[in-house]
């Protein structure tokens, strides 16, 4: 923490830390509403950072899990199943307001005893062993989960537990005492959080600006206004950077970066981003329920052609679903994935593979990048060793279509843990069981059990590698490869994606971002 | 005459019905919102709580007596995805649309009609072939194609004209531009056909006869007649304008336009937001047909009886 | 004693070419050389179409650094051939303009001799049925039609077919409309004629030139719309080529590798100009009043 503000000091000395600057953002998807909690996609992971915070922040610039004060400066457990946070005292809201522990109450109960439709759907997955928040004393809160909680640091950081003004949303609609559903759906057209940016402006699916919020409690924001305009076409993105109408450009596709390159006025920055694209298999579908086919449609694809060729080599191509960001729980040593086209060609014949079409659902228009390059290469593939493949694109989600054989999906890592990524999708129960096309049995709950609540280590890592195993004999998916994200910026832009964040997020506070001197 | 209004305006009230029955309907019974999130984690019990979020989970019947209570109460309801009411979203959106339609149409007209006669009574020297050539350019190249390359030559290569947004005059040049390029080419080759009809007719043969200069009866006796079906399929193009939207200029230029939202709303099935607007856009097309046809009517007076036979 | 024999007439295809101009001769060897390389195409192409070549990505035409030899038109952005995917997607583009057209002829033309000939409450049905079709956005219609029945290919050729049926329509329409008020249709009717028969032998024949017309128009702007099809991500699947799917995919490498879209586009201006040219000429040639030249 103290190299942070150290790094931060010197950074802001040099570059001069309170710019008079604006920013213009040219961004490839605006979010239709703001309200952290209810939100988990791409598109809005990234705008909440800037004008919020948790209890509990990260030191964003590292890929470890460095935990920081955030909005709480001291935290402790009081009993296995109860932490104690210590509130920091003179936090401003945007609207003026103080935050207090009722503030925090508020926020953790409105998601983990939610009454309201979208903040339960997002309970469930992730937040489901919160209990309840109760307030000590106006600074010092008590949070209580329902059984060990070996990840409390990890949810704490979470963006749905973004802490938000109580007063300020039950005053917005209706009884300015009661908390009304409609308060909430207000909320997300007007959010006001404590983070160095306020919003000034929000046209849903239009336009964002954040201003300088003045008595933030942190480092000042380094920006005084910055404009984020929704620009969907990739040729008008980078044009707009050319015309000074924007300084980045989000959402750059690798085959873009040889323009960029070419370009002395333009540059790029990219990152490996902690999600995978996926390929998800029907395994109740009646022609694939043999595993041995689904296993040859996973090792009939070379994932590394595909990195080479649609992604410059810039891709990570996982051996399992498990990425660095994990910390301990990093395991490169497994291999569930991999390339063997032999082996697919013996498996089909074995299965007595009679040549029939496996459909291979994909999202139109294009959703995830490289996503129908990726999806034609891979029929090709796939014909290399006798399967005979045939896309079907529709604006459909056809996830929980008992018809659907093969279609992409993306795992993203919504906290930096395997719960987080793995097991939001895959648990049972979960999103993929319950949409009918993956099974799972009391072994697989029971490595689950040991996998989710373990408390060394050792555990969680052993019950990992057991549900890879059976990932791999068995598989409902392959993880392809985790793509490299690239934004285009004005070559006096010093700013980079940092990679403790989540997938997206654009940050602009103190440290994140400078331009080169003039 | 009276009767022919009544008569256009009934059919009008009786196609605005049907249209609003029709989207109603095939909207709803093509997919819900629930299956065009994209499921990114969403279990069946999730999926179930969003449906009665949405009140989809209400009998049809129930459904479609509220969507059309709204158009006596002004309570459209609320967008599936913004959360806020839908004829706010679609106001929002309307003007935007509207300059640009107004701009595309002042230009259209502006250029198309002399463009026109030039290529009509110059049709025998190279000129009124070149004409036509650049129109039909205009049309037979790609919308989008001409917005890219637009903007990729007047923007990315030349830094003359901005490429996002609605904020200035420079603004509207390329947006414009495309709009336009298909309307000029239509509405040219039709002045010019016009033209020719005109040049054809029993009066303008009289006064050629007569041996005045053929360019000089022309710009005597103007376009005649062919001023009310020039003015018709104006209005036709303006409805055709209209109703398809401008999808792609929007797009491309970040134009805040009603295009975009209703493909978009059309692809997420947001109902609420889908409803309304297509049925605002379709309310305006209805009445530019309907007074295209009144127009029409007033000219042939074969017309206005209509259905004696 | 001498026989005086008359030259011979020249032929039909002769007397056509002597009365056509110079834009009409090009647009009638054009259009002729693209039906033949659209019906030759599976022998003229030299690489399957969808052969893809993930190591050979965006090459350059030949004559250009970097180009690779035997792709005389370059490749995409899987590495497939410009040239090969060129002409089977003029062949395809071809194919379903023509169905599409046939299809809004059919339907179009025979609602709209209904709806002329026999009048009164089918004519208000079918001409509400106009009405409502002009007054929606066909993006929609089309998304909608799509998303629900899927985008291959007989559910496009459908979509292709809707769009304009309405021209149709209310051209027959309003010409029949026209015709029956006139005295020999009077005559017919008195003599007791069917409707069918009206409709058939009298109104029909004088329905041929606008009608021709009108399809060469609708030719044109099926192609245009399914390029913005394409562009909105419905149309055909991929690795399906048709002209409008190169061309909407092609877009976002204009910078990079403009011979993706330059191709196909050049080809749509093709077909576009040579279609309207000898529609045109076909109406002028109809039109009794413009005989004065």
């Known amino acids: 923490m103290k190299h942070l503000l150290i790094a931060t000091a010197l950074t802001g000395a040099l570059a001069g830390a309170v710019q008079a600057r604006d920013l213009t953002v040219a961004a490839a998807n605006m979010a239709s509403y703001l309200d952290p909690g209810r939100d988990h996609s791409n598109v809005g992971s990234q705008f909440y950072y800037n004008s919020f915070d948790p209890l509990i922040h990260k030191d964003y610039s590292r890929v470890e899990q460095v935990f920081v004060p955030g909005l709480a400066t001291e935290w402790a457990l009081v009993s296995p199943t109860t932490m104690e946070l210590k509130l920091r005292p003179g936090v401003q809201f945007h609207n003026g307001a103080t935050m207090t522990a009722d503030d925090v109450v508020f926020s953790v109960n409105r998601m983990v005893q939610a009454d309201f439709p979208p903040y339960q759907v997002r309970m469930r997955d992730r937040l489901s062993n919160f209990d309840r928040a109760e307030k000590v ?32 949303v039950k005053s917005l609609k209706g009884d300015p005492n009661a908390l009304e559903h409609d308060d909430y759906e207000a909320f997300s057209l007007a959010p006001v959080g404590t983070g160095p940016y306020r919003v000034a402006e929000f046209v849903p699916g239009q336009k964002l600006v954040w201003e300088r919020h003045d008595a933030f409690w942190g480092e000042a924001a380094p920006l005084d206004r910055v404009t984020v305009v929704n620009v969907p076409e990739v040729a008008s993105r980078l044009t707009a950077l050319r015309t000074g109408e924007a300084q980045i450009a989000t959402n750059i596709a690798p085959d873009q970066l040889a323009l960029i390159d070419a370009d002395p006025g333009l540059k790029a920055e990219g990152m490996l981003t902690p ?46 679903h498990t990425m660095v960001e994990f910390g301990d729980l990093y395991m490169p040593e497994l291999t569930t994935f991999r390339y063997d086209p032999e082996e697919a060609r013996r498996l089909l014949a074995e299965a007595g593979y009679d040549g029939f079409e496996i459909t291979y659902d994909l999202h139109s228009p294009s959703y995830y990048t490289n996503d129908a390059l990726a999806a034609q290469a891979i029929m090709e593939m796939w014909a290399a060793v006798g399967i005979n493949g045939k896309i079907s694109a529709e604006p459909k989600w056809t996830g929980n279509d008992p018809e659907m054989m093969v279609r992409t999906w993306s795992n993203p890592m919504y906290f930096a843990d395997p719960f987080g990524s793995f097991g939001v999708m895959w648990a049972p129960g979960g999103p993929s069981e319950s949409e009918g096309r993956y099974n799972t049995d009391a072994g697989f709950a029971a490595l689950w059990e040991r996998f989710r609540f373990g408390k060394t280590v050792e555990e969680r890592k052993a019950a990992y590698a057991g549900m890879m195993a059976r990932f791999e004999q068995d598989p409902p998916m392959l993880a392809l490869y985790r793509p490299y994200e690239s934004w285009a910026m004005t070559k006096d832009v010093n700013w980079k994606p940092q990679p403790g964040h989540i997938p997206y997020v654009l940050d602009f506070r103190a440290g994140a971002i400078s331009f080169a001197s003039n | 005459m009276l009767s022919l209004a009544l008569r256009t305006l009934l059919r009008m009230a009786l196609t605005f019905f049907v249209i609003v029955t029709l989207v109603f309907l095939v909207t709803r019974l093509t997919g819900s919102p629930v299956d065009f999130v994209l499921g990114e984690g969403l279990t069946a019990e999730d999926r179930q709580i969003l449906i009665r979020y949405y009140a989809l989970d209400r009998p049809l019947w129930d459904q479609y007596l509220a969507f059309l ?17 839908v004829a706010q979203i679609v106001a929002e959106r309307i003007w935007p649309s509207l300059q640009l339609l107004i701009a595309a149409v002042s230009v259209t007209l502006a250029v198309a009609i002399p463009l026109g006669i030039v290529a009509a009574v110059w049709r025998d020297r190279w ?20 917005a890219v390359f637009l903007v990729l030559t007047f923007s990315y290569w030349l830094n003359w004209l901005p490429v996002m947004g609605n904020a200035t005059a420079l603004h509207f040049l390329m947006p414009t531009a495309v709009l336009s390029a298909a309307l000029i080419a ?7 056909n016009a033209m020719l009809d005109v040049l054809g007719q029993d009066y303008m043969r009289t006064a050629l006869a007569k041996g005045l200069p053929e360019r000089r009866v022309i710009l005597r006796h103007g376009l005649g007649n062919a001023w009310i079906t020039i003015l018709s399929v104006v209005g036709l193009k303006l409805a055709g304008l209209a109703a398809s939207g401008s999808v792609v200029v929007e797009t491309v230029f970040s134009w805040p336009g009603i295009g975009e939202l209703l493909v978009r709303s059309a692809i997420q099935r947001d109902y609420p937001v889908l409803q309304f607007g297509v049925v605002a856009v379709a309310l305006a097309v209805i009445v530019i047909n309907m007074l295209t046809d009144l127009a029409y009517g007033l000219a042939d007076p074969r017309m206005r009886q209509g259905g004696a036979r | 004693m001498t026989v005086l024999h008359a030259p011979a007439a020249p032929g039909p295809i002769r007397r056509l070419w002597d009365e056509a101009d110079t834009v009409q001769r090009a647009a009638l060897l054009i259009g002729l050389a693209l039906l033949v390389l659209a019906v030759l195409a599976p022998w003229l192409a030299p690489f399957d179409p969808d052969r893809q070549s993930l190591i050979a990505r965006f090459r350059p035409p030949l004559g250009f650094a970097g180009a690779r030899p035997g792709h005389w038109l370059g490749t995409d952005e899987l590495g497939r051939d410009i040239l090969s995917r060129g002409l089977y997607g003029l062949r395809l583009t071809l194919m379903l303009a023509a169905l599409g057209a046939t299809l809004g002829l059919m339907i179009g033309g025979t609602l709209g001799l209904l709806a002329g000939v026999v009048g009164g409450r089918t004519e208000a049905l079918i001409m509400g049925a106009v009405d409502t079709q002009i007054a929606v956005p066909f993006t929609l219609i089309a998304l909608f039609v799509l998303t629900v029945f899927g985008s291959t290919l007989t559910v496009l050729v459908l979509v292709l077919g809707l769009y304009g049926w309405e021209q149709y329509a209310r051209i027959v329409r309003a010409e029949a409309a026209r015709l ?3 005295p020999f249709i009077e005559a017919a009717r008195c003599a007791g004629a069917s409707p069918v028969r009206i409709a058939l032998s009298h109104v029909l024949p004088n329905l041929v030139s606008p009608l021709v017309v009108q399809f060469t128009l609708s030719l044109s702007n099926i ?19 048709t002209l409008g799917a190169m061309v909407g995919v092609g877009r976002d490498f204009m910078p990079t590798a403009p011979w993706i879209v330059l191709v196909p586009a050049a080809l749509i201006l093709a077909v576009t100009f040579s279609i309207q040219i000898l529609g045109d000429w076909l109406r002028d040639r109809a039109d009794v009043r413009l005989r004065r030249r």
Do not use: C
């Open chain 1, 137 to 168: 004393d106006d600074l010092t809160v008590r949070i209580h989960v329902k059984r060990e909680e070996p990840l409390w640091e990890t949810l704490l950081n979470l963006q749905q537990l973004y802490i938000l003004p109580e007063a300020y």
């Open chain 1, 275 to 320: 999600l995978f694209h996926v390929n998800i298999f029907n395994v109740n579908h009646p022609r694939l329920k043999d595993a041995r086919i689904r296993r040859a449609l996973s090792l009939a694809i070379d994932r590394d052609l595909l990195n080479e060729a649609l992604w410059l080599g810039k891709a990570e191509v996982p051996a399992s």
């Open chain 2, 69 to 85: 209570r709204g158009f006596t109460d002004g309570e459209f309801g609320l967008s599936f995805i913004e959360r806020r009411p």
């Open chain 2, 127 to 146: 000129f009124g072939s070149a004409v036509m050539a650049l129109a039909f350019l205009g049309y037979a190249i790609p919308d989008f194609i001409l």
């Open chain 2, 186 to 192: 239509a509405l040219m080759r039709f002045t010019r």
């Open chain 3, 180 to 182: 029956m008020t006139l």
């Open chain 3, 223 to 241: 192609i245009l719309l399914e390029s913005t099809l394409s562009f909105l991500g419905l149309g055909v699947q991929p690795p399906t080529a």
